[in-house]
C-alpha cells in the first residue's frame, strides 16, 4: 500500500473543465486533463447579441467523467486506489432550476432543448431589467439585502436569473421546485444526495451571489422574494439557511460514481466555490494579497481578518463574506466583466476579411490558404502586442473605456458598453490595441483604489491565469498602471491546485487550508516592477478615462 495521498481538483471555467491529479504531501501534479464543453463548442443554446449564454448539464457531466478518468490514465497504477479527496471550482453565479427530485429540468426530456431549463452561465445579462428591479426594491426595504455584496445586485447573480426564466418561459414553471449553483450541484451528484433541501450548500455562492447573510438568518425573506418575483413563491423553503466553507466534507463518493471514475468510495468530498476564489487559494493568498484571475474577464480576489475588517462595507464590488475563501477570514470579490474579451473583440474585428474573404480566394491551393489563415489568425494579437509596447505613452490620442461586456466593478452595471474615442485618420491598428489594454488596466485601477478608499490594504499584487503568463505587454502595462509590482503564480492551473488544496483538507491530510497552501503551493514564475516615469504618465491618461466612463455612463448607456 503507498504512503502517498492523492487528491484531485476539478476546475470549471468558461469554455471548459479540467482536472488534475495532485501528491496531496508534496504537492506534485501527476497528471490533468482538459475538455471543451461539446454543446457549447458547437454553440447550442446561446444567442450571443442577446446577451444569453447557456449550458447543458449533460457537458459537466461528460466533461467530470472524460478528465478525471483521463488524467488518471497518465498516472501509475497505485494512484486511484490512493486517492483520498476531491473538490471543485467552478464558474458563477451559474446557476439552474430543479424539480423536487432535484434533478436539473434540462435533464428531464421534456426540456432537454430548452435554454431557460439549463445553467444560466456566469456571463448572461439577460436579466439586467430583474437585477435592476431588485436593487430598487431593496433600497426600499426595511433590510437591504445587497449590503454585503457591494450594495448593487448583479444581472449575473442567481435571483435575477432566476426570475428572469420564470418570467420568460411558463412551459419550466411547473416543475420548477429549486435552483442550485454549478459549483454545489457537482459535489452533490458524485455523493448521491441532489434533494433540494439536503443539498450541502457553499458559503461561496451564497454570500456573493444569492445575498445569504447570518444577520438576516440566511438568504432574503420570504416577503421580499415575493414581493420582488411572485414566481418565487415557496422557493425559499425549498433552498436552505445556513451554508458552509470550503473546507467541509460534502460526504463521500457513491457507488455510482466511484465506478464510473474508476476511484473508491472512501474518496472525500468537499464543498465546491467559485473559480476565482479557489484560484487565489492556488496561488497563495494571504491578508493584503490581490489576487487577479486574468482570462475573459477578470475577478480579483482579497482577504482579510476580522479585525480590519470590522464594520466596513466596500461599496460597489461583489460582496465580502465571511469564510467565502478561506475559513476564519472575511473574503472579498471584485472584477472586470471583461478583460481578455476585450482584446479577443478586437482580433475578431480585424480578423474578418481574413476568414471571409482570404477563405474564399482562388489563387492559393486549400492547404496552403488554411496555413495561412491559421497563422495570421495566431499571430494577430502578439505582433500588436509587440507593436503597441514601442508606443510612446500619454502621446496615443485615443482612449478607450473596457465596458464591452458591462461593468462588473466598480458599482456593477450591465448598462453600460465601450466606448473609443479619439481616432484620427493616422491612428493605426496597434494604436487601437494599445488603447484598449490601457482600458483593461485603468479599470483594474479603478478596483484597487476602491479597496484603499475604504481601508482594506494591499502589499501584493498575485496574477494568474493565462494572460498573466502569456502577455508580458499587458502585464507590463498592468504594473505601470497600478504603480505596484505583480506576481505572477507559475501554475497554469491555479484554480485547480485550490480546489485540490481544498480536497486535501476535507481528506484530513491537513488541518487548515493554510497548511495545506505551504506545502501544495507551486510559487511564483516572474514578476513585473512598475516603471515610475510611465506610471506618473498613466496617471494623466487615468483621468482622462475616468471622464471617458462619465460621459459614457451618463450619454450612452442602453435602454432596457
Known amino acids: 500500500m503507498s504512503q502517498n495521498k492523492y487528491v484531485i481538483g476539478l476546475d470549471y471555467g468558461s469554455d471548459s473543465g479540467r482536472a488534475v491529479v495532485v501528491n496531496a504531501t508534496t504537492g506534485e501534479m501527476l497528471a490533468q486533463s482538459v475538455k471543451y464543453y461539446p454543446r457549447w463548442m458547437d454553440g447550442k443554446f446561446c444567442v450571443p447579441h442577446k446577451n444569453q449564454f447557456r449550458q447543458h ?35 458563477g453565479s451559474t446557476p439552474v432550476l430543479t ?47 445587497t449590503a454585503y455584496e457591494g450594495g448593487i445586485y448583479s444581472s449575473e447573480w442567481v435571483w435575477a436569473k432566476i426570475a428572469h426564466v420564470l418570467r420568460e418561459d411558463e412551459s419550466i414553471r411547473k416543475d420548477a421546485y429549486s435552483w442550485i449553483e454549478h459549483c454545489d450541484w457537482m459535489p452533490a451528484v458524485i455523493t448521491g444526495n441532489v434533494v433540494p433541501e439536503k443539498v ?54 457513491s457507488a455510482e460514481w466511484a465506478k464510473k471514475l474508476g476511484l473508491t468510495e472512501n474518496v472525500a468530498v468537499g464543498v465546491g466555490a467559485f473559480d476565482c476564489h479557489m484560484g487565489a487559494v492556488g496561488a497563495e493568498i494571504k491578508p493584503k494579497t490581490f ?7 477578470t475577478c480579483d480576489i482579497m482577504v482579510a481578518g476580522y479585525d480590519e475588517v470590522a464594520d466596513k462595507l466596500v461599496p460597489g464590488i461583489c460582496g465580502q463574506v465571511d469564510g467565502s475563501v478561506i475559513p476564519g477570514m472575511i473574503g472579498f470579490e471584485a472584477g472586470q466583466s471583461a478583460f481578455g474579451d476585450v482584446y479577443a473583440w478586437f482580433k475578431r474585428v480585424l480578423a474578418w476579411p481574413i476568414e471571409n474573404i482570404l477563405a474564399n480566394t482562388t489563387l492559393v491551393d486549400a492547404d496552403t490558404k488554411a496555413k495561412l489563415i491559421e497563422e495570421t489568425l495566431d499571430k494577430i494579437i502578439p505582433v500588436l502586442a509587440d507593436q503597441a509596447s514601442k508606443l510612446p505613452i500619454g502621446e ?55 479597496f484603499l478608499e475604504n481601508g482594506i490594504e494591499i502589499d501584493t ?98 435602454a432596457h
Open 57 to 91: 448539464p449533460l457537458d459537466y457531466l461528460e466533461v467530470l467523467e472524460y478528465t478525471v478518468k483521463d488524467a488518471l490514465s497518465k498516472c501509475p497504477a497505485e494512484v486511484a486506489e490512493n486517492v483520498v479527496g476531491i473538490s471543485f471550482d467552478t464558474t
Open 99 to 145: 424539480d423536487k427530485e432535484g434533478i436539473p429540468l434540462a435533464l428531464r426530456p421534456e426540456y432537454a432543448e430548452n435554454p431557460n431549463a439549463m445553467f444560466i452561465l456566469w456571463k448572461d445579462h439577460t436579466a439586467i431589467k430583474e437585477a435592476a428591479e431588485i436593487n430598487k426594491l431593496a433600497k426600499e426595504w426595511d433590510v437591504d439585502y
Open 200 to 253: 450541502v450548500r457553499g458559503r461561496c455562492s451564497a454570500g456573493h451571489k444569492a445575498m445569504w447573510h447570518e444577520s438576516w438568518g440566511g438568504l432574503p425573506s420570504e416577503e421580499f422574494l415575493t414581493k420582488y418575483e411572485p414566481l418565487l413563491e415557496g422557493m425559499r423553503a425549498h433552498l436552505y439557511d445556513d451554508c458552509s466553507p470550503a473546507n467541509t466534507k460534502v460526504g463521500n463518493l
Open 291 to 297: 489576487v487577479r484571475v486574468i482570462g475573459t474577464s
Open 396 to 450: 496615443n490620442l485615443t482612449l478607450a473605456t473596457d465596458w464591452m461586456n458591462g461593468r462588473r466593478t466598480p458599482d456593477t452595471s450591465q448598462l453600460v458598453t465601450g466606448t473609443i474615442t479619439g481616432i484620427n485618420l493616422g491612428t493605426t491598428s496597434p494604436m487601437l490595441f494599445q488603447a484598449l489594454v490601457e482600458a483593461t488596466a485603468f479599470g483594474s485601477k479603478a478596483i484597487v483604489d476602491r
Open 461 to 558: 499584487i498575485i496574477g494568474i491565469g493565462g494572460i498573466s503568463l502569456k502577455s508580458p505587454y499587458v502585464m507590463q502595462t498592468l504594473s505601470d498602471v497600478l504603480g505596484m509590482p505583480i506576481k505572477v503564480a507559475k501554475s497554469e492551473q491555479a484554480c485547480a491546485f485550490g480546489a485540490s488544496m481544498f480536497a486535501a483538507v476535507v481528506a484530513g491530510v491537513y488541518d487548515k487550508i493554510e497548511d495545506a497552501q505551504a506545502t501544495m503551493g507551486q510559487g511564483f514564475a516572474q514578476e513585473f516592477y512598475p516603471n515610475e516615469e510611465n506610471h506618473k504618465k498613466y496617471l494623466e491618461v487615468y483621468k482622462k478615462y475616468q471622464t471617458l466612463g462619465k460621459i459614457t455612463e451618463a450619454e450612452f448607456a442602453k
